[in-house]
């Protein structure tokens, strides 16, 4: 399906660790066309959400000793977490609003950076 805006489409940066751990992944894939996940159920059809926070994320933030509250303990956190800590180690808004793909600075500054003690 396409994205809603040609806006929508964005270049990802990650390091040589995740690229290769993604590509261990895919080497070992069976879905392997454009159109697939990355990351399925056995029959293909895409992982749902809330399987995923439950038996994957929580557990791991409760092995990490991490509290966990409602409604701001998904996946959606590490978008803000990313905010923040490019704004707290650059200081550069822009840069994080880019990174994210965010429409308008106001968006990443007001709702996705979050002042905290990192980097200081």
């Given at each position: 399906m396409p994205p809603k805006a040609a806006g929508s489409i964005w270049t990802i940066y990650y390091g040589a660790w995740l690229a290769g751990a993604l590509q261990e992944h895919f080497d070992s894939a069976?879905?392997?066309e454009p159109e697939n996940f990355?990351?399925?159920k056995k029959d293909g059809s895409?992982?749902?959400?809330?399987?995923?926070?439950?038996?994957v994320l929580y557990p791991?933030?409760?092995r990490l000793g991490l509290r966990r509250d409602p409604r701001t303990s998904g996946f959606h956190m590490f978008r803000h977490?990313?905010?923040s800590l490019i704004?707290?180690?650059?200081?550069?808004?822009?840069?994080?609003?880019k990174l994210l793909g965010h429409s308008?600075?106001?968006?990443?500054?007001n709702i996705y950076t979050h002042v905290t003690g990192i980097g200081t």
């Open positions: 069976v879905f392997r990355v990351f399925c895409p992982l749902h959400p809330e399987v995923l926070r439950k038996d791991v933030l409760d977490s990313a905010a704004n707290a180690q650059t200081g550069n808004l822009k840069l994080a609003q308008t600075i106001d968006l990443t500054a």
